[in-house]
C-alpha cells in the first residue's frame, strides 16, 4: 500500500513569530492566572493560594464529613439535559422573573456570614457586582456589613434580607426594623439552623464563635500578609447587624437560632414585614406545603450547602416532586453545590425559579476581590448561555419546557 506523505517545506519564522504572545508576565503572580481562569473551580484554587487555611476551609467545608456537600455536588454532575438542535438560537434571553421583577439571569446571591472575611470589601462589593448585573443579593443577619451600611453603599441594589428568628421575638423586631428602614424588599426566613451545625474543619482549625485562635493559626495567617494587612486596616470585624448591642459574641451566637422556632413563628412574621418572604432550609415536600399554605411567596430547598446536617436529603433530588406539589403557589429556589452556569441552567430546566449561589462567589472574592465575583457571574453566564443554545432554548420558558432528568449514574 502506498503511504501518504506530507510534503516539507522551510520553516516560516515570521509566521512563528507571529504565533508569539509577547506580554510581558505581570509582577502581580495571580493577574495571569486570573485572566486564564475558565471555570470557577479555577477560581478556587487562585482563592486557596490567596487566603488563609482557616478562612478557605471556613467557605469550601461543610459539617461533619462533609458527605451532603459531595453528595450535593454529585447531584448536579448527574443532570442529563433533553437537548434540541435544528432550533434558531442566534438569540439567547436569559432573563427572569423573580417576585414580579426581572433579574437578567437566574442565578442570586446566597447570604453568607462574615463575609469581610473572605476579603476585606465584603457585602457591599458583592452588592455591587448584583446591582450592576441586575441580579439580587440577600446580606446575611451575620454579616460583617449592618443593613443601613450596604443600602448606602450600593443604593440601587435590589436586596433581600436574611432573618433567623431569634431566642427573643424583640431582638428580631429590632433587626426587621433595620431591614425594613434601609430599603430592602423580601425577607429570607432561615429554617435549617435550630441548631448549629457541627463543622469540624472549623473546629479544627479553632474557628468557633468567639474565634479560638491557635498559635499554628496565627503563623498561618501571617504566611498571607496581604490578606493580614487588608483586614487589619479596614475596620472591626464584627455582626455588624448587632453593633452597640453590647453583648460579647458567644452571647449574641447563643441567642440568634432559637430552637424553638416552629410554624407559628412564620405566621407571626407574616404580621410584622408586609414584605414578601421567603423560607430558606425547606427539605421535604411536606415542609414545602406546611409553609406554602402559611401564605409565604418563595422557599429556597436547600441543605445550607451542606453545613448544617450531614445525612439530610439533596436539594436537586426533591427538586421535581417539590416543584409539582407547590409550583402553582410559591417560587421555587434552590442552593447548594452550585458552581457552574450549567448547574444553574439544570436546576431551571428541573423546574426552579432561580438558583442561589454561596462558595461560587465567594471564592471569586477571596481571588480577586469585586472583580473577581464579577468575573463568576460572567463565567457562569457564559456556561448558561452556551448550555442554552446547545439545547435549543432560547429563553427561560424554553428551558423549562425542554427539561432535564437526573441520571441514577
Ligand atoms: C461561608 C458561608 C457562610 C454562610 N452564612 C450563612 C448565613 O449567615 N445565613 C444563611 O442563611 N446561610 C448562610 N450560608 C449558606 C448559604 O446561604 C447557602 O445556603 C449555601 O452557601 C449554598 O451552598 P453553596 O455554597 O454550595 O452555593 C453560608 C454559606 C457559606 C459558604
Not at 493559626?217 to 453590647?246: H, Q, S, Y
Not at 402559611?294 to 417539590?322: C, K, T
Not at 462567589?361 to 464579577?374: C, H, K, P
Request: charged share 25%.
Amino acid at each position: 500500500m502506498r503511504m501518504i506523505r506530507s510534503s516539507r517545506k522551510l520553516p516560516s519564522l515570521p509566521y512563528f513569530w507571529s504565533l508569539i504572545d509577547w506580554t510581558l508576565p505581570s509582577i502581580n503572580p495571580y493577574k495571569g492566572k486570573l485572566k486564564r481562569a475558565q471555570s470557577i473551580q479555577d477560581l478556587a484554587l487562585i482563592a486557596k493560594k490567596r487566603t488563609p487555611k482557616v478562612v478557605f476551609d471556613y467557605v469550601e467545608g461543610g459539617a461533619v464529613d462533609e458527605i451532603a456537600y459531595s453528595r450535593t455536588r454529585d447531584a448536579f454532575s448527574r443532570i442529563e439535559f433533553n437537548s434540541r438542535v435544528l432550533r434558531d438560537v442566534s438569540k439567547i434571553d436569559t432573563s427572569e422573573k423573580i417576585l414580579g421583577k426581572s433579574v437578567d439571569i437566574p442565578i442570586c446571591f446566597a447570604p453568607t456570614g462574615y463575609t469581610r472575611l473572605m476579603h476585606h470589601v465584603g457585602e457591599p462589593a458583592v452588592a455591587n457586582v448584583a446591582a450592576s448585573k441586575n441580579l439580587i443579593y440577600a446580606l446575611s443577619t451575620m454579616g460583617t456589613t449592618s443593613p443601613a451600611e450596604l443600602a448606602a453603599a450600593v443604593p440601587n441594589s435590589r436586596r433581600w434580607f436574611q432573618l433567623y428568628i431569634m431566642k427573643n421575638r424583640s431582638d428580631s423586631l429590632a433587626v426587621i426594623k433595620q431591614a425594613r428602614d434601609s430599603g430592602f424588599e423580601t425577607l429570607v426566613l432561615t429554617v435549617d439552623t435550630p441548631v448549629a451545625g457541627l463543622r469540624y474543619r472549623d473546629n479544627r482549625n479553632g474557628l468557633t464563635v468567639p474565634p479560638k485562635i491557635r498559635i499554628n493559626t496565627v503563623f498561618a495567617i501571617a504566611r498571607k500578609p496581604i490578606w493580614w494587612l487588608n483586614l487589619f486596616t479596614t475596620g472591626k470585624l464584627e455582626f455588624a447587624a448587632f453593633r452597640g448591642w453590647d453583648k460579647p459574641l458567644s452571647q449574641l451566637a447563643g441567642l440568634i437560632f432559637d430552637p424553638a422556632t416552629t410554624l407559628k413563628d412564620i405566621t407571626w412574621l407574616r404580621s410584622v414585614w408586609k414584605g414578601p418572604i421567603v423560607v430558606k432550609g425547606i427539605q421535604s415536600v411536606e415542609d414545602a406545603k406546611a409553609v406554602a399554605k402559611l401564605g409565604v411567596q418563595g422557599i429556597i430547598l436547600s441543605n445550607h450547602g451542606g453545613r448544617q446536617f450531614d445525612r439530610g436529603p439533596i436539594p436537586l433530588e426533591i427538586l421535581p416532586e417539590v416543584v409539582k406539589a407547590v409550583g402553582n403557589k410559591v417560587e421555587i429556589y434552590i442552593d447548594g453545590g452550585v458552581m457552574s452556569g450549567l448547574d444553574a441552567l439544570g436546576a431551571i430546566a428541573l423546574g426552579a425559579n432561580a438558583v442561589f449561589i454561596g462558595r461560587a462567589y465567594l471564592y471569586g472574592a477571596m481571588a480577586n476581590g469585586e472583580a473577581g465575583v464579577d468575573q463568576v457571574i460572567e463565567i457562569m453566564r457564559r456556561e448558561f448561555e452556551n448550555g442554552m443554545a446547545l439545547t435549543g432554548a432560547t429563553n427561560i420558558s424554553e428551558v423549562r419546557k425542554n427539561g432535564a432528568r437526573i441520571r441514577s449514574k
